[in-house]
């Protein structure tokens, strides 16, 4: 498939099925659930549309995911990267390590290779003209008003309501469940709320002009472009300390590591009950300025004074049934029993990154850099883009943010205006409807 083949506006209703197989599988879970609900227990029904919309991808997403598997990637950027899929690192051990095999915030288009790259990294690349796959290339994407999602999280959303009034009218003073429909109405609320942050961040990525590297100005600009390293280098990455846990060819990254506890409690009733859950020990970021490269030319972005950062999803991830030495066994054991009254199960570090080849977009604020830096990179400023830096400053009606990945590949993830906020507002009115009735 070739984007040009794409219509990268979905119109009212688009038809999504997973491209991946993890949720393909629940994708169709959800779907038995909800033919096996109809027939026993409706709410059985309501969880497997929840998982159906939540498996179903956006309008453009598996379309994308398509050209991207079949564009050519140039051998010295394919090089670079980390061998993807699940390995058994130490079977007596217990310990394994997984690089997800697709990425959604990867190149779509073929983009150029470190082979093709000028040893100034703030002219122009090859004849000048934009990255394939920049804005100016391709346009701004729109996706569907309605999807698969949004049908199964509005019948979602119209089940629960009626559900909920449902219950409360059919049930006894003894039962008391009066307060389901405050639930709905919580759930809502808070799910409104964050549609609404999700709402602004898409319009101001749809809405934005995008600047070439090459004519920017002060201001606050929106920028596409490659991650090339500056004269600060990059960073090689060890996770925890440890020299099998090592990520190369960073500007910016963050890594946790976090033990599952295992506790046991007992309740009033004599009845022994078992949970597990995962709580972060230690974690680290960090980041290097780095060139941000559009084809026009390059520009220098800071990526530590950005507050939002979307680094997309886990580079890497090792997960262990012991600690790296039986020092720190035997301490986290300690420290389960003592904190918790439970046991350490499992030892998992993940690492998420922006390297060196990756497409980054931002939206920022450019200022002029000091005069000493652009001398001591034996900079000559006849380039405009060389007296320039992108800090993540916000400005008046603009957020500043950095993602890996180009607009493009963010904005073909996401889901249209009405099914990120007009869904959850249909919830918060009918839990509101059903507590008024209800009063």
Same mark, same amino acid.
């Given at each position: 498939?070739?984007?040009?083949?794409?219509?990268?506006?979905?119109?009212?209703?688009?038809f999504t099925?997973?491209?991946?197989?993890q949720?393909?599988?629940g994708?169709?879970?959800?779907?038995?659930m909800?033919i096996?609900g109809i027939?026993t227990?409706?709410a059985?029904?309501?969880?497997g549309? %929840?998982?159906? !919309?939540?498996c179903?991808?956006g309008?453009?997403e598996?379309?994308?995911?398509?050209v991207?598997?079949?564009?050519?990637?140039?051998?010295?950027?394919?090089?670079?990267?980390?061998?993807?899929?699940f390995?058994?690192?130490?079977?007596?051990?217990?310990?394994t390590?997984y690089t997800?095999?697709?990425?959604?915030?990867?190149w779509?288009l073929?983009?150029? !290779?470190p082979?093709?790259?000028?040893?100034n990294?703030?002219?122009p690349?090859?004849?000048?003209?934009?990255?394939? #796959?920049h804005?100016?290339?391709?346009?701004?994407?729109?996706?569907?008003?309605?999807s698969?999602?949004?049908i199964?999280?509005?019948?979602f959303?119209?089940?629960?309501c009626t559900?909920?009034?449902?219950?409360?009218?059919n049930?006894?003073?003894?039962?008391?469940?009066?307060?389901?429909?405050?639930?709905?109405l919580?759930?809502?609320?808070?799910?409104?709320i964050?549609?609404?942050?999700?709402?602004?961040?898409q319009?101001?990525?749809?809405d934005t002009?995008?600047?070439?590297v090459?004519?920017?100005?002060?201001?606050?600009?929106?920028?596409?472009g490659q991650?090339?390293?500056?004269?600060?280098?990059?960073?090689?990455?060890?996770?925890d300390?440890h020299? /099998?846990?090592i990520?190369?060819?960073?500007?910016?990254?963050?890594?946790?590591?976090?033990?599952?506890?295992?506790?046991?409690?007992?309740?009033s009733?004599?009845?022994?009950?078992?949970?597990?859950y995962?709580?972060?020990?230690?974690?680290?970021?960090g980041?290097?300025p780095?060139?941000? /490269?559009?084809g026009?030319?390059?520009?220098?972005?800071k990526?530590?004074?950005f $507050?939002?950062?979307?680094?997309?999803?886990?580079?890497?991830?090792?997960?262990?049934?012991?600690?790296?030495s039986?020092?720190?066994? %035997?301490?986290?054991e300690?420290a389960?029993?003592?904190?918790?009254?439970?046991?350490?199960? $499992?030892?998992r570090?993940?690492?998420?990154?922006?390297?060196?080849?990756?497409?980054?977009?931002?939206v920022?604020?450019?200022?002029?850099?000091p005069? #000493?830096?652009?001398?001591?990179?034996g900079?000559?400023?006849?380039?405009?883009?060389?007296?320039?830096e992108?800090?993540?400053e916000?400005a008046?009606g603009?957020?500043?943010t950095?993602?890996?990945?180009t607009?493009?590949?963010?904005?073909?993830?996401?889901?249209?205006?009405?099914?990120v906020?007009?869904?959850?507002?249909? %919830?918060?009115? !009918?839990g %509101?409807?059903?507590?008024?009735?209800?009063?």
């Open positions: 498939m070739n984007i040009s083949d794409l219509d990268l506006d979905r119109g009212f209703f688009q099925l997973p491209y991946r197989w949720f393909w599988i994708w169709v879970i959800g779907m038995i909800i096996a027939v227990n409706p059985i029904s309501l969880v549309l %929840l998982f159906v !919309g939540l179903s991808p309008s453009l598996a379309d994308l995911h398509k991207r598997q079949a564009a050519p990637k140039p051998e010295d950027l394919e090089k670079e990267a980390l061998e993807k899929g390995s058994i690192d130490s079977w007596w051990m217990g310990r390590s997800p095999t697709t990425d959604p915030s990867d779509i073929p983009a150029p !290779g082979a093709t790259w000028n040893e990294q703030y002219v690349h090859g004849d000048g003209t934009p990255l394939p #796959e804005p100016v290339n391709v346009g701004t994407p729109r996706p569907a008003t309605i698969t999602y949004g199964m999280m509005l019948l959303v119209l089940g629960l559900g909920a009034w449902y219950a409360v009218e049930s006894t003073p003894e039962e008391d469940l009066t307060f389901l429909p405050y639930v709905a919580g759930v809502g609320a808070l799910w409104s964050i549609g609404y942050f999700r709402y602004k961040m319009r101001q990525m749809a002009p995008t600047s070439l090459r004519s920017v100005a002060v201001g606050n600009p929106e920028l596409v991650v090339r390293p500056s004269k600060s280098g990059v960073l090689r990455v060890v996770v300390g020299p /099998n846990r990520i190369p060819n960073c500007v910016n990254f963050h890594w946790s590591y976090e033990v599952k506890i295992r506790e046991t409690t007992t309740d009733e004599g009845k022994k009950q078992t949970r597990e995962w709580r972060t020990i230690r974690e680290d970021s980041g290097l780095f060139i941000l /490269n559009d026009t030319g390059g520009i220098l972005v990526p530590t004074t $507050k939002r950062t979307d680094m997309g999803q886990y580079l890497k991830r090792w997960e262990s049934n012991h600690a790296d039986l020092k720190k066994e %035997l301490g986290m300690f389960a029993r003592l904190f918790t009254g439970g046991n350490v199960v $499992k030892h570090w993940t690492v998420y990154a922006l390297r060196v080849g990756n497409p980054v977009y931002l920022g604020t450019t200022k002029s850099r005069q #000493e830096d652009v001398q001591n990179e900079l000559d400023g006849t380039l405009q883009n060389t007296l320039l992108v800090v993540g916000d008046p603009v957020k500043a950095l993602q890996r990945g607009e493009l590949a963010n904005l073909g993830r996401m889901r249209s205006s009405f099914e906020m007009m869904i959850p507002l249909c %919830l918060t009115l !009918g %509101l409807v059903v507590t008024l009735i209800n009063l």
